[in-house]
T-cell receptor, first 112, second 114 residues
């Protein structure tokens, strides 16, 4: 069963718009939620992460909004740039468990 | 510091062959992971080592997939025998360990089984 779900599968936005990528999870024990960014031909790389004690985390143009009650989170990419075109993975883990459970990813295309 | 190094970048195998993929984690990292990536299934965990001890071997992948950590700086993933459905990108990742730690991924090995 898919413990971490992402939507949409693919998303196209225009340069300068805000892209919104969604993620939901099933396991209430999850308390750490990183987002990874992957470009073609490369491995995923950590973009930004949040712990469940927070409801928002910002890093430049990237913001995570977290709703623990609904078990949902979203990644907002403000002022999207063509260089942001990549696949974004939401992941989750709990406690000292280093194993991450990944969603299937959202492929973002930013058109100029 | 060198990142995670995976070799080879591409591998083509005939059905039934044995192939070995290699990974060198980031120096000093305690955790090492092998993932398989496909468009349909996404990232699936194959094996997880902590301080060279096998913590998880990915359940459904037990039969033909075997990962080993020969020492703290080298790991292999053996697929024996290969099947066409094994065609995928195999990713190795490492982290310091102890949870909430950044996973550092290699660039992967793209395996094609004919």
């Amino acid at each position: 069963q898919q413990q971490v779900r992402q939507s949409p599968q693919s998303l196209t936005v225009w340069e300068g718009e805000t892209a919104i990528l969604n993620c939901s999870y099933e396991n209430s024990a999850f308390d750490y939620f990183p987002w990874y960014q992957q470009f073609p031909g490369e491995g995923p790389a950590l973009l930004i992460s949040i712990l469940s004690v927070s409801n928002k985390k910002e890093d430049g143009r990237f913001t995570i909004f977290f709703n623990k009650r609904e078990k949902k989170l979203s990644l907002h990419i403000a002022d999207s740039q063509p260089g942001d075109s990549a696949t974004y993975f939401c992941a989750a883990s709990w406690g000292s468990n280093a194993k991450l459970t990944f969603g299937k990813g959202t492929k973002l295309s930013v058109k100029s | 510091d060198a990142g995670v190094t995976q070799t080879p970048r591409h591998e083509v195998a005939e059905k039934g062959q044995t192939i070995i993929l290699k990974c060198e984690p980031v120096s000093g990292h305690n955790d090492l992971f092998w993932y398989r990536q496909t468009k349909i299934q996404g990232l699936e965990l194959l094996s997880y080592f902590r301080s060279k001890s096998l913590m998880e071997d990915g359940g459904a992948f037990k039969d033909r997939f075997k990962a080993e950590m020969l020492n703290s700086s080298f790991s292999t993933l053996k697929i024996q025998p290969t099947e066409p459905k094994d065609s995928a990108v195999y990713l190795c990742a490492s982290s310091l360990g102890w949870g909430s730690e950044t996973l550092y991924f290699g660039s992967g090995t793209r395996l094609t089984v004919l």
